[in-house]
Every structure is written in C-alpha cells, then in structure tokens.
C-alpha cells in the first residue's frame, strides 16, 4: 500500500490544493492532507477550521484523509509510515523552496522522499496569499476556492 502526504498551510484552501489532492487519490492507495502550521504566516482561519474546510472538499474521494500537526512534516510522515511526501509546484520559485524543504527533511530522515506534481496550466497563479489578498480588496475569488471555502472567507469578514 503506498501511503503519500500531502502538507501545507492551505490557507485558505483552493481549487489549486483541490487539483493535486485529485491527482494524488488517482495514483496512490491513500492519502493524507496535513494541515501544518507556518509560523511565519499570519492565517485568516484556525487549524480546526482549515482541516473542517478540506474534510468538506474531499467527501468524493474515498482514500483521502485530513489531519493537522504542529511539527516537522517529516516528523509526522515517519510516525504514520508515510514514505512520500508530494509538493505541488506552480513555478521555478516553488520549486527552489521546495528543494531546500526536501534536503532539510534528509537530515532528519532518509527514508522519506519528495515527489513533485505541477499545477495544470490555469492554476499556476492561484495562490492562498494572493486569493487572501484579493479578498480583502473585494475582488472576486469565488473561482479561485470551492463554494464551502467561499462561504467561510465571507463569514470572516
């Protein structure tokens, strides 16, 4: 059984996150959205929140679960038996950070592998910072996020 993780802030989350989450059910046995924390990042919803989010995006996939963790993503893939963790990239930038997240991981283990998935074409720009930024300036975003994910950045205004 392959087993992959796929982690991030998904904050909010967004059609982008929704189209690799697809391509992972459809190539692996099962897998594991972890909603981690960025320290760095200032987020519009709680953990609890952006987990229930994703939990309501992913009914239709019967081998995707959702989790959070406030650690190393490595950390948590070693304490489920998860060899792989996916990195979806839009651009040569997320693939740089990426990069130097996958040799980061190495040295706290060997025995976890990155794969990285391209967005398709018409999602490379949509971004959770950039849909956020959008927001808050009243542009439209509702094609950027699924309707659940809609409806909960208009409660938080």
């Known amino acids: 059984m392959i ?13 982008g996150h929704l189209h690799i989450i ?10 594991t959205v972890l909603v ?12 609890e929140t952006r987990v229930k989010l994703i939990s309501e995006m992913i009914t239709e996939f019967s081998n995707v679960s959702v989790d959070y963790y406030n ?4 950390e948590y893939a070693k304490l489920h038996d998860i060899t792989i963790i996916i990195k979806g990239l ?13 040799s980061a991981n190495r040295i ?22 950039l849909v956020k930024e959008l927001f808050r300036y009243s542009v439209d975003i509702s094609s ?10 208009r409660g938080q205004q």
């Not at 697809?22 to 897998?31: S, T």
């Not at 650690?71 to 490595?74: A, F, K, S, T, Y």
């Not at 025995?111 to 949509?126: H, K, M, S």
């Not at 950027?144 to 950045?153: G, S």
């Open 71 to 74: 650690g190393l993503v490595v």
């Open 90 to 102: 839009r651009n040569s930038a997320d693939y740089n950070y990426e990069s130097e997240l996958e």
């Open 36 to 47: 981690g924390v960025n320290p760095e990042k200032k987020n519009m919803f709680s953990g």
């Open 144 to 153: 950027l996020v699924t309707p659940n994910v809609y409806k909960a950045m």
């Open 3 to 15: 087993k992959v993780l796929f982690p991030g802030t998904f904050d909010p989350p967004t059609k």
């Open 108 to 129: 706290v283990s060997d025995d976890v592998e990155t794969i990285y998935i391209n967005a398709r074409e018409d999602l490379t720009g949509v971004k959770s910072s």
């Open 22 to 31: 697809n391509r992972c059910a459809k190539l692996f046995d099962h897998v």
